[in-house]
């Protein structure tokens, strides 16, 4: 019996090592997406910067069209007041020209504080570019891990199929549905036992738990367990127990 216990424990691990490896390459795609669109976020924030870069950089131009309008008109002006023959006349020119001045005195206030704007938008735009940068690198390294370990973990699931298939041959069919039935109902079909302590107060207490459920064994199947002369099962979740 020892020997039919070892060859259900040698399949459990198998199965073991194929479910955990299963899961994990399962989660690669997500991951490989997650990082794509972190990636693309930060792509996307840098073409919006430069974005709003380019439109203050065309209002500051506008201003400075503006400015240069308001102080040609500022010139002509001036030409007219020499040929104007009334009082009215001239002083409706000079409120035109101190209209003119006011208006470029404002467009160059807003022009001030829209180089402040463009100088800090420069400066965040190049912080974000040195930081994608640094991130192409690692974006780069961290989907070639992941696209090797989805190319290494499909050729281990092979190999472990494999070794699963020599492993079943050698189990007899009753047994295995056994195997089966429990690993369906229960997930997995064998148990570790192993000693668990309890600490109440100054008193440490050792028990005999299985590994599926958590649940104390009796030291009279402990026994049972450790002798590998029959299949052991756990009273409380119907796994075969097993010693390492
Ligand atoms: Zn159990």
Same mark, same amino acid.
């Given at each position: 019996?020892?020997?039919?216990?070892?060859?259900?424990?040698?399949?459990?691990?198998?199965?073991?090592?194929?479910?955990?490896?299963?899961?994990?390459?399962?989660?690669?795609?997500?991951?490989?997406?997650?990082?794509?669109?972190?990636?693309?976020?930060?792509?996307?924030?840098?073409?919006?910067?430069?974005?709003?870069? @380019?439109?203050? &950089?065309? !209002?500051?131009?506008? %201003? /400075?069209?503006?400015?240069?309008?308001?102080?040609? $008109? *500022? +010139? #002509?002006?001036?030409?007219?007041?020499?040929?104007?023959?009334?009082?009215?006349?001239?002083?409706?020119?000079?409120?035109?020209?101190?209209?003119?001045?006011?208006?470029?005195?404002?467009?160059?206030?807003?022009?001030?504080?829209?180089?402040?704007?463009?100088?800090?938008?420069?400066?965040?735009?190049?912080?974000?570019?040195?930081?994608?940068?640094?991130?192409?690198?690692?974006?780069?390294?961290?989907?070639?891990?992941?696209?090797?370990?989805?190319?290494?973990?499909?050729?281990?699931?092979?190999?472990?199929? @494999?070794?699963? &298939?020599? !492993?079943?041959?050698? %189990? /007899?069919?009753?047994?295995?549905?056994?195997?089966? $039935? *429990? +690993? #369906?109902?229960?997930?997995?079909?064998?148990?570790?036992?192993?000693?668990?302590?309890?600490?109440?107060?100054?008193?440490?207490?050792?028990?005999?738990?299985?590994?599926?459920?958590?649940?104390?064994?009796?030291?009279?199947?402990?026994?049972?367990?450790?002798?590998?002369?029959?299949?052991?099962?756990?009273?409380?979740?119907?796994?075969?127990?097993?010693?390492?």
């Amino acid at each position: 019996m020892t020997d039919v216990i070892d060859k259900l424990c040698e399949l459990h691990k198998l199965d073991c090592r194929i479910e955990k490896l299963t899961d994990r390459l399962d989660s690669i795609p997500q991951r490989l997406q997650k990082l794509e669109e972190n990636f693309q976020k930060r792509i996307s924030e840098i073409e919006r910067e430069k974005e709003s870069l @380019k439109n203050s &950089e065309f !209002s500051r131009k506008k %201003i /400075e069209l503006d400015i240069e309008e308001f102080e040609n $008109k *500022i +010139k #002509t002006f001036k030409l007219q007041l020499q040929k104007v023959k009334t009082n009215e006349e001239y002083k409706a020119m000079e409120s035109q020209i101190e209209f003119s001045k006011n208006k470029i005195s404002e467009l160059e206030t807003k022009e001030i504080e829209l180089f402040d704007e463009i100088d800090a938008m420069k400066g965040e735009l190049a912080e974000l570019e040195k930081r994608h940068g640094a991130e192409k690198e690692r974006f780069r390294n961290e989907k070639m891990n992941l696209e090797s370990e989805q190319e290494r973990g499909a050729e281990m699931i092979k190999e472990l199929q @494999k070794q699963k &298939e020599s !492993s079943l041959a050698l %189990i /007899e069919p009753k047994l295995l549905k056994k195997y089966e $039935k *429990i +690993k #369906t109902a229960r997930g997995s079909a064998l148990a570790l036992v192993y000693m668990s302590e309890n600490e109440s107060g100054s008193s440490k207490k050792s028990f005999w738990v299985c590994g599926g459920c958590n649940s104390m064994i009796t030291s009279h199947l402990v026994e049972e367990v450790k002798k590998k002369e029959d299949i052991a099962i756990c009273e409380s979740c119907g796994r075969i127990l097993y010693f390492e």
